[in-house]
């Protein structure tokens, strides 16, 4: 079945400084979707990319779709605490079912 | 944006009982919602698509006749894990689309406890 890979799986940083998370699937995809989940919370939509190459931009948040349609990224500059969670990419291949990644949890220090 | 809400957020319960957990969507009709365990730190697995009015699909590996799920209507869906063993416990959440946007809205989750 489809994998869908994150990396790193955990990312410690001091407040301020940026971060990446990387999302790798085994197949093409038809878009994805990045979520974000609060410690003890429910995952909450972020973005949904479909277009090959695709850049998206939410305040300090800067979403990428790989060329060949495989792969995305969520880059944040000047992390602050209050973006502490775990960032899930989730893979769209056909209808509305959706492979989530593995995950990167994000701690911040103040 | 569209809300699901679940519950209920915590049950705990003995061990060979039965425990139902419920998914509605409040503010808008869901032809397809789905269900998600989540173990401690690790990512969302998939367990089952709920489509209303017809029987459920179930992933692989998971036994349909261990998590019943009923889809009754357009706003709800039910996942009841029956004869609960302690390896049962987990977090649970449940998801919906609206169809128009492919966004998926999660409910609160549902943290089940076998004792």
């Known amino acids: 079945g489809q994998q869908v890979m994150q990396i790193p799986q955990y990312q410690h940083v001091q407040e301020g400084e940026d971060f990446t998370t990387y999302c790798n699937s085994s197949?093409?995809?038809?878009?994805i979707q990045w979520y974000k989940q609060r410690p003890g919370g429910h995952p909450v939509f972020l973005i949904q990319l479909v277009k090959s190459g695709e850049v998206k931009k939410q305040k300090r948040l800067t979403f990428q779709f790989g060329e060949a349609k495989k792969n995305s990224s969520l880059h944040i500059t000047a992390t602050q605490t209050t973006d502490v969670g775990t960032y899930f990419c989730a893979a769209g291949s056909s209808g509305d079912k959706l492979t989530f990644g593995t995950g990167t949890r994000l701690a911040v220090r103040p | 944006g569209a809300v699901v809400s679940q519950h209920p957020s915590w049950v705990i319960c003995k061990s060979g009982t039965s425990v139902k957990i419920e998914c509605r969507s409040l503010?808008?009709?869901?032809?397809?919602m789905f269900w998600y365990r989540q173990f401690p730190k690790q990512s969302l697995m998939l367990m089952a698509t709920?489509?209303?009015?017809?029987?459920?699909?179930?992933e692989q590996g998971v036994e349909k006749d261990k998590f019943l799920i009923n889809h009754a209507s357009l706003t709800l869906s039910t996942l009841t894990v029956t004869s609960a063993h302690p390896e049962d416990s987990s977090f649970y959440i449940c998801s919906a689309t609206t169809g128009v946007t492919g966004e998926l809205f999660f409910g609160e989750g549902s943290r089940l406890t076998v004792l």
């Open positions: 709920s489509n209303e009015g017809s029987k459920a699909t179930y």
């Open positions: 503010d808008f009709q869901a032809t397809t």
């Open positions: 197949t093409t995809l038809s878009n």
